[in-house]
């Protein structure tokens, strides 16, 4: 089936660092979305992405589509306490979205 | 708009009893999906309709497992009997075009 193939599965970071993290497929996606999991609450979306090559960005966060369609990035610039958390990143082709099994982001004080 | 409304937020429930999870969707939103995330298996998706009509419900686990949508705003996943091994967080979510979001789960304890 469809897999997603999301890294770092986790990360320790200090205060004030940028982060990456990312996704690859072996399948094309029509949309790329990321989401942002707080601990006891479900997944927020925080970027779409609809076109290949699109770079989009919210606040300190940027994403981009792969040229190719099978991968996506997301950045964050200037990491601070409320960043941490499970990002997901999720594949949408027909009817279905796929998701990543998520980068836990740790901030160190 | 409220978003996606889930209830109850949290059941304790014993293995052997009958459990319904209740979902309300974003007004308009044309899909709906149930996932269960654990630890060990992330999130998977167990079902979804579009316009109430079930489409893919190949990840229910077991047919212990059933669920309905009678209309556009209301969705519900029932799991009769329950076992200590469903115990999960339980989401709803909904989508419209290329964007879903996300309730904010069912945290389901079978002892």
């Known amino acids: 089936g469809q897999q997603l193939n999301q890294s770092p599965q986790s990360m320790f970071i200090q205060e004030g660092e940028d982060v990456s993290m990312n996704c690859t497929s072996s399948s094309i996606f029509n949309t790329w979305l990321w989401y942002k999991q707080d601990p006891g609450e479900g997944p927020v979306l925080l970027i779409a992405l609809y076109k290949a090559g699109e770079l989009t960005s919210n606040g300190r966060l940027t994403a981009q589509f792969g040229i190719t369609r099978k991968d996506s990035f997301l950045n964050i610039s200037a990491s601070i306490p409320s960043d941490v958390g499970i990002y997901f990143c999720?594949?949408?082709?027909?009817?279905?979205?796929?998701f990543g099994k998520g980068t836990r982001l740790h901030i160190l004080p | 708009d409220a978003g996606v409304i889930q209830s109850p937020r949290h059941e304790v429930t014993e293995m052997g009893q009958e459990v319904t999870l209740r979902c309300k969707p974003i007004?308009?939103?044309?899909?709906l999906f149930w996932y269960r995330q654990t630890m060990m298996r992330g999130l998977e998706l167990l079902i979804y309709f579009n316009n109430n009509v079930p489409i893919d419900d190949s990840g229910m686990p077991e047919d212990r497992f059933s669920a309905k949508m009678p209309n556009a705003s209301f969705s519900t996943l029932k799991i009769q009997p329950s076992e200590p091994r469903d115990s999960a967080v339980y989401f709803c979510?909904?989508?419209?075009?290329?964007?879903?979001?996300f309730g904010p789960g069912t945290r389901l304890t079978v002892t």
């Open positions: 007004s308009g939103h044309d899909y």
């Open positions: 999720a594949g949408n082709r027909d009817d279905k979205i796929i």
């Open positions: 979510a909904s989508r419209l075009g290329g964007k879903q979001y």
